[in-house]
């Protein structure tokens, strides 16, 4: 009898040890398809549904400059000069972190870059920019926009009215837009698809002017060689900009 007993507890320990075996597994592929589910939805759907929509012209932003903290606080200071000058270098980052006054040494130059501006910011900003009448005003921007999602039938429509706003506001203003750099993080198939919507821009307007700087960054890793963290530029990035745009500061 004692036998007996003493199997039968042996049994149902080997059978509660089983339950909590079949428990567990249970658990862990229920949470692997949770955790599945969540990397799904917040960072695989998000990329391939705004790759697929920006292939389709179709927005899947709703992106507010406004919101950008750097936005009014750059404008408070742009609103501190009135003067006038012979170059005006607008754009987002790259361009609010050139020295150009020292990399183009015995220009008239101001900076109207702000961190984190879309082609929309640049464009509600004109104003600002305009009242120092410049005789040439060069534009690097976009990437930003790419970067929240904003449709290329949306930044084509911006920079479109941007050429056409200045060319309205000072006829006699030369007008170059320079191609978006590659950046990580942003399909380079984007990235090209705008540079030829800026170009087709540009080929109708007689006041605007494009400036491929794109082709030496694409050759060098995407632009790594170029930048420290795939998106800004180092001084070796500057240098590349400088030299493909000289001939149109100085002309």
Known sequence: MDEEIKNENNDQKQNFKLVIKKFVVIFVFC???????????????????????NDKGVSVSNYD????????????????????TDIVFAGDSIT???????LFAGINCIDRGIGSDTTEGLLNRLD?????????????????????????DEICSNMSLIVEKISEMS?????YIESVLPAKDIEQGQIDMINKIYESICAENISATYIDISPVFNMQGGGYYYSGDGIHLNGEGYK??????????YE
Do not use: C
């Open 31 to 53: 949470g692997s398809l949770i955790l599945n589910g969540i990397f799904l939805l917040n960072y695989v759907y998000p990329r391939i549904s705004n790759y697929i929509n």
């Open 65 to 84: 400059y406004n919101t950008n903290y750097q936005y009014s606080a750059r404008l408070t200071q742009f609103q501190l000069y009135d003067g006038k």
């Open 96 to 102: 609010e972190k050139g020295n150009w006054n020292e």
């Open 128 to 152: 600002e920019i305009m009242k120092h009448d410049p005789e040439k005003i060069f534009i690097l921007i976009g990437i930003n926009d790419l970067s929240v999602g904003i449709s290329a």
């Open 171 to 175: 006829p006699n203003t030369r007008i």
């Open 240 to 249: 590349e900009i400088v030299q493909r745009i000289s001939k149109y500061v």
